[in-house]
């Protein structure tokens, strides 16, 4: 798991990746891209994560995906990442298409629907909480 200041460079990240693996044995490797939408009039996106709890939920699937014989990999942005710029990238690495494909369907759907990532609308410099696009954390906030 990977966390960097504003946008991704989404190269650099797979590129490395693709280097980091060349060894292995992996026959199928499938990326994701999630790239930041000009909508709503939003000039960027900006998050706020939770790293410990990030880093666990990640762990977690890195052992989901151990038992199937591959490996994800992740990388997500702090901070804002202008529209048109890449906030979070991640790849399944795995010995069979099928698996990989399987995989990197349900790691980015439960990244999106349990990370703890809070996000905001940056409209006219300024953050606005988007509350319907954040991560709700159980016994969290002040009223929990």
Known sequence: MELY???LDTKEIFGRW????AGSNYGAYIPFVGTIRAEDGIEALS?????PVLRRWFESWQ??????????KMAHSIGD?????SSYVSAVFSPKRRVALELIDEFVEDFKANAPIWKYDVKDGQRIYAEDRSTAMDGAGLLA
Request: hydrophobic letters at 35%; glycine letters at 8%; aromatic letters at 8%.
């Open 5 to 7: 200041q504003g946008p």
């Open 18 to 21: 693709l280097d980091e693996e």
């Open 47 to 51: 998050f706020d994560i939770y790293e």
């Open 63 to 72: 052992e989901r995906a151990k038992e199937r014989g591959a490996i994800v």
């Open 81 to 85: 990442a202008p529209v048109h710029t």
